[in-house]
C-alpha cells in the first residue's frame, strides 16, 4: 500500500510585470506530476537544475501550495489543508535538507535541536526527551555528549546526521529528501546514504530522494522517475532505467554521468547540448523536443503522455 500518492500535482508561479504589476505569465514548474511510494521504499526524482524537482518536495511538505491536484498522505487527502489542520500530519512526513545548518538556531546547542519537535509535537518532555535524544544521536552514529555543542562545531557529515535525526525524533513514516548529500565528500555522501538505508530497513520508511546525481540515485533509489522541465518523462525501477532507458533524455543523462566508451560518449553527449528552455516558456508538444535528436513533426505540436510500455516502466515519447 502506498504511504504517499501524489497525483496530476501541478505548480505554477505568477509573472508580475508592467506599471500595474498585472500578471503577464507563469513559470510552471511542476506541471502534472503523478506518482506513489510504498512503505520502506525510496523514490528518486532526478533531473537538471530547474526542472522542478525540488517544487515538487515543497509542494507535497505544504511549504507551498499547489495549484492543482493531489497529495495523498497516509490514506488521508491533505492537498487543501491550512496550516493549522496540516499540523498533526507534520509529524508523518518530515523533510532533509542539503544543508541542514541554514534551518538550525546557531544559538541553540544540538541537543536542544534535535529534542523540538519532540516538545513541539507533545511526544515527550524533560528527562524522557533527553533520552529520546541521546538514543537518536546515539543511532545516526555521533556520541550522545555531542548534544551540549553547538550546530556550527559539527562537520558537514555530522550535521546532515544530526537533520537526520531531527527528522526521525517524530517518527515520521515519509522523508522528503532534497539534495541530502549533494555538499558534502564522496566518502562522506556514502556514510550518510548508507545510514539512510539502514533507517529505512529498521523503520520502514519512504524516501522521496531529489537529486540531479545518477551515482547517489543509483545507490539508494528503489524506483527512479526522471523530470524535465516540471515533467515525468520516464519512471522505472533502478536497474530497469539504467539497463534500459527508452527516453532520449534519460539516454542522455546515463550517458553523460557514466561513459565508459569514449566514442559513445562523444556521440551521446552531443543529445544533451543546448540550453534547458525556460519553464516560463517551455517548448509546445513534448517539452525536449528542441533537444531530442530523434525528433519529429508530431514532436513539436503533441504532448506525449507518460504510458507503460512495459510492466512499472513508463515513459512519455511518440516514439515508443
Ligand atoms: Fe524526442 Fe519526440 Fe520523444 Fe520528445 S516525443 S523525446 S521530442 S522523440
Given at each position: ?6 497525483d ?33 521504499e ?39 489543508l ?5 499540523w ?33 509535537f ?22 550522545p ?21 531531527k ?15 549533494s ?12 545510514l539512510?538505508?539502514d ?9 522521496l ?7 547517489v ?24 532505467l539504467?539497463?534500459?532507458?527508452l ?43 528542441t ?30
Open positions: 500500500m502506498s504511504v504517499l500518492e501524489v496530476k500535482l501541478v505548480k505554477h508561479f505568477p509573472i508580475h510585470g508592467g506599471l500595474l504589476q498585472r500578471r503577464v505569465g507563469e513559470v510552471r514548474a511542476v506541471d502534472g506530476v503523478s506518482f506513489a511510494i510504498a512503505k520502506g525510496t523514490l528518486g526524482l532526478v533531473g537538471e537544475s530547474g526542472c522542478g524537482k525540488s517544487t515538487v518536495g515543497k509542494t507535497i511538505l505544504k511549504l507551498i501550495e499547489p495549484t492543482s491536484g493531489r497529495i495523498v498522505l497516509g490514506g488521508e487527502d491533505i492537498t487543501a491550512k496550516p493549522g489542520a496540516m498533526p500530519h507534520r509529524k508523518r512526513i518530515q523533510t532533509i535538507f542539503q544543508d541542514p545548518y541554514s534551518s538550525m538556531n546557531p544559538r541553540l546547542s544540538s541537543g536542544t535541536i534535535v529534542g523540538e519537535p519532540l516538545e513541539n507533545g511526544i515527550a518532555r524533560g528527562r524522557e526527551r533527553d533520552e529520546r535524544v541521546a538514543a537518536l544521536f546515539q543511532r545516526v552514529g555521533l556520541r555528549d555531542a548534544m551540549r555543542k553547538f550546530a556550527h562545531e559539527f562537520s558537514g557529515g555530522q550535521r546532515q546526521r544530526l537533520g537526520i535525526a527528522a526521525l525524533s517524530v517518527s515520521p513514516d515519509v522523508i522528503v529528501a532534497d539534495e541530502p548529500v555538499a558534502l565528500d564522496v566518502s562522506v555522501q556514502a556514510q550518510v546514504l548508507n539512510l538505508i533507517l529505512q530497513e529498521e523503520r520502514g520508511l519512504a524516501y530522494f531529489i537529486s540531479h546525481d545518477l551515482a540515485m543509483r545507490h539508494i533509489s528503489h524506483r527512479i522517475a526522471v523530470m524535465y522541465l516540471g515533467r515525468i518523462v520516464e519512471l522505472a525501477t533502478k536497474r530497469e539504467f539497463a534500459r532507458p527516453h532520449p533524455y534519460t539516454e542522455a543523462l546515463l550517458s553523460a554521468a557514466t561513459a565508459p566508451d569514449p566514442r559513445r560518449a562523444k556521440r551521446k553527449r552531443a543529445i544533451v547540448q543546448g540550453d534547458v528552455p525556460s519553464p516560463a516558456k517551455p517548448p509546445p508538444g513534448c517539452h525536449f523536443h533537444r531530442c535528436p530523434y525528433a519529429v513533426a508530431e514532436c513539436k505540436v503533441a504532448s506525449p503522455t507518460l504510458r507503460e510500455v512495459a510492466p512499472g516502466h513508463f515513459v512519455a515519447c511518440h516514439l515508443r
